[in-house]
């Protein structure tokens, strides 16, 4: 009953929060994907332009399967940009495109936060594997220190998604700020191209915020136990 009191209390609110977060982005995408620019310009000829204009012309531009799976690949230094979003010059598609070539921007100028998510990556990805098989081997054998380093692997991940925050965020200032100064929208356009941006970053704020609170969890729970 503890184990349900914690997760109805704590993880389930957050949970339920991601799902209406991850359906904001879905539905203000869906919006601003049938506005099209007025200068008619796709999301790729967009961010070629961009990457060429900051000296990358170096980062390549790959389309990649899916809806809204566009991201930049900085060991391939390329930036990819999803099925829906490749040729389409909707307003919604060059926010997502600027936006990834903000990250690759963000690579070439040695953006701090950006490089500290990189760094810490392999080292998360140990973490997130380890952490819950450790919480419950701890708990069987009823050694609190498994327990321990379990809760703390569990904790990287929070640490990785509080990181990865200030990357998402300065990635869309910088593609607001392009979109705007090199005029590829309109000021009208421009707000649509910043909702869908803004809905998109509320996703990895609801990705920290269950984490937290799964978090939490872990650590009431591992104190009930060493009570009992």
Same mark, same amino acid.
């Given at each position: ?61 790959? /389309? ?65 594997? !380890? ?42 200032? /910088? ?21 869908? !941006? ?17 978090? !939490? ?12």
């Amino acid at each position: 009953m503890i184990i349900d009191y914690y997760y109805f209390i704590l993880v389930l609110p957050a949970l339920l929060f991601a799902m209406w977060a991850q359906g904001r982005v879905s539905s203000t995408y869906a919006k601003y994907s049938r506005v099209h620019a007025s200068r008619r310009i796709t999301a790729q000829e967009a961010a070629r332009r961009i990457l060429s204009d900051n000296g990358l012309d170096h980062v390549q531009i790959q /389309r990649v399967n899916g809806n809204l799976t566009d991201h930049y690949d900085p060991g391939a230094k390329v930036v990819r940009l999803s099925d829906t979003v490749y040729n389409s010059d909707s307003v919604a598609a060059l926010g997502v495109a600027a936006h990834e070539c903000g990250h690759a921007i963000q690579h070439a100028r040695g953006y701090a936060p950006l490089m500290l998510r990189n760094a810490i990556i392999p080292v998360t990805n140990f973490g997130s594997k !380890l952490s819950i098989p450790l919480i419950l081997l701890g708990l069987v054998l009823g050694y609190a220190p498994l327990v321990q380093i379990g809760i703390w692997m569990f904790a990287l991940m929070a640490i990785f998604q509080l990181v990865t925050l200030p990357v998402e965020f300065n990635a869309s200032a /910088r593609a607001l700020a392009t979109l705007e100064r090199e005029n590829y929208l309109e000021p009208s356009e421009l707000r649509g191209s910043k909702r869908v !941006l803004q809905a998109a970053a509320l996703t990895y704020v609801a990705a920290l915020l269950v984490t937290v609170m799964q978090l !939490l969890r872990l650590v009431l729970l591992f104190g009930n136990r060493r009570r009992d």
